[in-house]
């Protein structure tokens, strides 16, 4: 009877989940526009079709304001940051394009990721201003100009010179502060991309300086009614989604809206993680009925 009772709750925990739309807030990054990723947007947008999903924000990274802000794979390449933009313009007219192909199949929003360093918020406003993107993922991947989302080498210049892992941290969630103020995005991208390089995240998270912050940064959240970016590409690389499990239950209880973000970089990245995302999710009992992220009005 105990086993039948049991079968009768994933029997219906399944059908619930079979119920969940499949959308992603921060993805659609694709080798056509984006150094480090693969293949066609037309093959990402498809392959997205493919799985069932019923809205998705394709959302690239934006050029970088100048040279010194390239990735570094764009800076070995020598792409320089006048290509880097032009790119990104025809990036807008392409997505314009397959979202009007395949309107019918997908809902797709056309939208783009920040960055965050000295002039970038300019830049961008300048951007929404020139492209009229749906809406923003607002993100951070640099501290004090050095990448901290690249590879372990970078991460540790960035400890070295900011001056401790503490102060990294402590100026990460600072810029994303000074960031979320400035533009508002409607999804905050990987909150805690900052721990991708340190293993001991967790016990640093517990920093009372650190975690005073992360409180202040998801209440600007709260109040703004700002999407959180449930992003699925942390299980690849950091063991867990981001935001990491502390600061997932510390927004959920602030009423946060969490929503997936796959974060996709290629066909094969498209959808993965998501049913360990969603469970997850539903273990912590956060709602599944996604709100879509508020639209730029533009005039
Ligand atoms: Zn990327
Ligand atoms: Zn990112």
Known sequence: MASGASANNVASANKAATNIQKVSVHGGHSGQFCHHAKDSLEDVIKAYIDQGFTWVGITEHMAPLSDAFRYPDEAEDQQSA??????????????????????????????????TYEGAQAFVNHLVEELKPDYLVGSVHHVNSICIDYDEGHFRQAVTTTGSLEALYLDYFDAQFEMLQALEPAVVGHFDLIRKFDPDYLHTLQNKKIWQRVKRNLDFIARKNLILDFNLRGFDKASEQYPSMPVLKEALAMGIAVVPGDDSHGVASVGRNYDRGIEILRSLGASTDWPKPVLFNHT
């Open 82 to 115: 006048a290509f880097l933009r032009e790119q990104f313009f025809s990036y807008f007219d392409e997505c314009q394009k397959l979202k009007n192909k395949y309107s019918d199949q997908i809902e797709i929003f056309s939208a783009f990721e920040t960055e």
